[in-house]
C-alpha cells in the first residue's frame, strides 16, 4: 500500500525557515513533487525533482528561496523553505508519480497519482 507522509510545517515568523520531509512508502517513484493551497485559493505547483534527483523545477514565486531534494535510499523527498514570506501560508502536500521515467518532471499535479495529507505551513508577518 502506498503511503506518503509529511512532516515539518509550523509556525514561522517572516524571514525565517523551515524543512519539510515526505516520507514514501510502498513502492519507489519517478518525479515528486511540492504543491501547496492557501485558504480560498487553488492548488498550485511549488517545486517538483525527478526521480534520480537531478532534474528540478520550481515556481517562480518560490524560485531562489526553495529547494527541493531527495534521498532515494530513505525514500523521502525534502523542501527546504527560506526567506519565507505571509504569502507562503498554506497547506504544503507532497506528491508521487508512479510511471514517469527516472529523468522527468512533472509540474501538472493531475499528472500525479499519490498524495500526502497534507502539512500547514503559517508565516507570520
Known amino acids: 500500500q502506498v503511503q506518503l507522509a509529511e512532516a515539518g510545517g509550523g509556525l514561522v515568523q517572516g524571514g525565517g525557515s523551515l524543512r519539510l520531509s515526505c516520507a514514501a512508502s510502498g513502492r519507489t517513484f519517478g518525479s515528486m513533487g511540492w504543491f501547496r493551497q492557501a485558504p480560498g485559493k487553488e492548488r498550485e505547483f511549488a517545486a517538483a525533482?525527478?526521480?534520480?534527483?537531478?532534474?528540478?523545477r520550481y515556481a517562480d514565486s518560490v524560485k531562489g528561496r526553495f529547494t527541493i531534494s531527495r534521498d532515494n535510499a530513505k525514500n523521502m523527498v525534502f523542501l527546504q523553505m527560506n526567506s519565507l514570506k505571509p504569502e507562503d501560508t498554506a497547506v504544503y502536500s507532497c506528491a508521487a508519480d508512479q510511471h514517469s521515467s527516472w529523468n522527468a518532471v512533472i509540474t501538472d499535479p493531475n499528472a500525479y497519482e499519490f498524495w500526502g495529507q497534507g502539512t500547514q505551513v503559517t508565516v507570520s508577518s
Open positions: 525533482i525527478s526521480g534520480r534527483g537531478g532534474t528540478t
